[in-house]
C-alpha cells in the first residue's frame, strides 16, 4: 500500500509520516518545498512536489496512491486564507482521489465542528466532512481537539523562561492528546474495515483546564507561573478590527476560534467505542501528566547539564595551568 499524507510537515504530519514508515508502509508526502521536508526524506519517505491550492499538481502526486491521509491546515502566518487552504485546497485533494481511484481517504476534523457555524475554520471543517462523505470515496474522517505538543510553547516554555502565561478568561477544558496516540488511530483505520464511511472522536482520556494545566507545569518544573488573563471581549474587538482588512483576514478567522475555547464548555467525548473499534489499548495513551513528566525531566537535565559545564569553565578561568 502507498500512502500520500499531505501536511507532512506538521506536527501532526511528521507523527503519521513516522508511524506508516515504522510499519512498512510505501509513504509519499506532498511538499511544496524540499528543503523544509528534506528530514522526512532522511526518514525513508519520497517527497512529491504538489500545492493544494493548484491543482493540477495534485494528479501526478496521486498516481499509483492507495490511500490518501489529509493533516494539512493553514498556520497563521500564511498568506493564504483558511477559505483557501482548508476548502478549496480539500476540495481540490478530494477531486484528484476520487479521479485516481484512491481506495482510502483519511481526514482529519475537529471535535464537535458541526456546534460553531460562526467560527471560520469549524465551520470550513463540517462542510468539507460532508463534501467528502458525498464523493464517493472511502473515507474515515477523525476528530481531535487539542494536541498535547501544543502545550510546550503555550504553557511550560514560558513557565520556565519566567515569562507570562496568557490565559482567556474561563477557557473550556480540552481533551489533549499525543499527535503519536493521533497517528496510530489513523494508520490503524487503514485496516479496520469497520472504519469505512464513519467520523471518530480522536481525544485524550480527561479534559484540561487551563489553570489546571498551569498547576502541573509549575509542579514538575518547581517554577510559579506568571499569569495574565485576556479577556474574551478583547479578542472579539482585535478580530473585528481585523477583518477590516484583507491581509488581516486569516488571523482574524483564527482569533475567531477562540470563541470555541471560550464557552467554558469542555471538548471531550467519550472514546470507550473508538477503542474497540480500532483493535487499540486505551492503556498504551500518553496521558498529560506522562507527556509533561517526560518533557520537564528531559529539558531539567538539560539544563543542569548546561550549568555544569559553565561552572567546569569558570573554575578552568579562575585556576588556570601553569
Not at 473550556?172 to 497517528?183: C, E, N
Not at 464511511?197 to 480522536?202: A, I, Q, W
Not at 483546564?209 to 485576556?230: D, H
Not at 467505542?273 to 496521558?287: I, M, R
Request: net charge positive; with cysteine.
Amino acid at each position: 500500500m502507498t500512502l500520500l499524507i499531505v501536511g507532512a510537515t506538521g506536527t501532526l504530519g511528521r507523527q503519521l509520516t513516522r508511524r506508516a514508515l515504522d510499519e512498512g508502509y510505501q509513504v509519499r508526502c506532498l511538499v511544496r518545498g524540499f528543503k523544509k521536508a528534506s528530514f522526512l526524506k532522511e526518514w525513508g519517505a519520497e517527497l512529491v512536489p504538489g500545492d493544494l491550492c493548484e491543482p493540477e499538481t495534485l494528479k501526478p502526486a496521486l498516481e499509483g496512491v492507495t490511500a490518501v491521509i489529509d493533516a494539512a491546515t493553514t498556520r497563521p502566518t500564511d498568506s493564504l486564507s483558511i477559505k483557501h487552504v482548508d476548502w478549496e485546497g480539500k476540495v481540490n485533494l478530494i477531486q484528484a482521489a476520487k479521479a485516481a481511484n484512491v481506495e482510502r481517504f483519511i481526514f482529519f476534523s475537529i471535535l464537535d465542528a458541526e456546534k460553531y457555524p460562526n467560527v471560520p475554520l469549524m465551520e470550513i471543517k463540517r462542510c468539507t466532512e460532508e463534501y467528502l462523505a458525498q464523493s464517493g470515496l472511502n473515507y474515515t474522517i477523525l476528530r481531535p481537539c487539542g494536541f498535547m505538543q501544543g502545550l510546550i510553547g503555550q504553557y511550560a516554555i514560558p513557565i520556565l523562561e519566567g515569562q507570562a502565561v496568557w490565559v482567556m478568561g474561563d477557557t473550556s477544558p480540552i481533551a489533549y492528546m499525543d499527535t503519536q496516540d493521533i497517528a496510530k488511530f489513523a494508520i490503524r483505520a487503514l485496516n479496520v474495515p469497520e472504519t469505512v464511511n464513519r467520523s471518530f472522536p480522536v481525544v485524550g482520556p480527561r479534559a484540561w483546564g487551563a489553570y489546571e494545566v498551569i498547576r502541573l507545569c509549575e509542579r514538575l518544573s518547581g517554577k510559579e507561573a506568571r499569569v495574565s488573563r485576556m479577556p474574551i471581549g478583547l479578542l472579539r474587538g482585535v478580530r473585528n478590527v481585523t477583518r477590516f482588512f484583507q491581509w488581516t483576514w486569516n488571523v482574524s478567522d483564527r482569533l475567531a476560534f477562540a470563541e470555541v475555547i471560550g464557552t467554558g464548555k469542555a471538548l471531550k467525548a467519550p472514546m470507550e467505542e473508538v477503542y474497540k473499534t480500532f483493535g487499540l489499548d486505551p492503556n498504551e495513551t500518553t496521558t498529560l501528566e506522562t507527556y509533561m513528566q517526560d518533557y520537564f525531566s528531559r529539558i531539567l537535565k538539560k539544563l543542569k547539564e548546561l550549568d555544569y559545564e559553565k561552572s567546569k569553565k569558570k573554575e578552568k578561568r579562575k585556576y588556570p595551568r601553569v
